[in-house]
């Protein structure tokens, strides 16, 4: 049975896809940039993709070839153009030019007005509170302006330092998929299920 409050969001559900589609968003806090990820981030880009400790716990193989990385740079240009998913470089203020790390919104389920996202960084910038800002971040873009009702993330039990960024972005961790999902260079893993609503971020 559907609550009325569920049938409301449902029938209020309105994804607002031009105003990430458009024109690719440049989101701005005192300390940070979002921003589309160019050629002239590429050493930034392929120091990410390159450290294998990053991708300990997440669905991304490493990439070890600098001409594989270069052309994923026009891969994120081409899923942007599709609609499919949104990488923005992470870059603080007094390193404009230095990329710190990635954040990504896909999944754009307009049915029920729902994206998921992800987020990883440099080794360098671990343990600087930067995936945490970079999520606030990004939450008022996607509710206010996006008009998303539902924003998700995707978590492996063993990935402690993306599930605290999460609690402290105000999501709410749902419970545990077991052997639901079948992830790059992991096989079959275990993920844990956080979200946060609209309404929830309101208050």
Not at 151 to 180: C, H
């Amino acid at each position: 049975m559907i609550s009325e409050s569920n049938k409301k969001a449902g029938k209020d559900a309105n994804m607002n896809v031009d105003a990430i589609f458009h024109e690719f968003p440049v989101l701005e806090s005192e300390d940070l940039i979002l921003k589309k990820i160019e050629e002239n981030h590429f050493e930034g880009l392929f120091a990410i993709y390159d450290n294998e400790r990053i991708f300990d716990h997440c669905g991304i193989k490493p990439k070890h070839n600098k001409a594989t990385v270069k052309k994923m740079i026009g891969h994120f240009e081409r899923d942007y153009n599709k609609k499919t998913r949104v990488k923005w470089g992470i870059f603080t203020k007094h390193e404009s030019d230095k990329l710190a790390g990635i954040i990504e919104a896909f999944e754009f389920n307009q049915k029920v007005n729902m994206v998921t996202v992800g987020y990883y960084l440099a080794e360098s910038h671990w343990g600087r509170g930067i995936a945490t800002e970079a999520v606030k971040l990004l939450l008022p873009f996607l509710f206010k302006k996006v008009d998303i009702n539902r924003i998700q993330a995707d978590v492996m039990p063993q990935n402690k330092n993306s599930k605290r960024v999460l609690l402290k972005n105000n999501f709410t961790k749902e419970g545990t998929l077991r052997q639901a999902a079948l992830w790059s260079g992991k096989g079959i893993v275990d993920l844990e299920k956080y979200s946060i609503l609209k309404e929830e971020y309101a208050k």
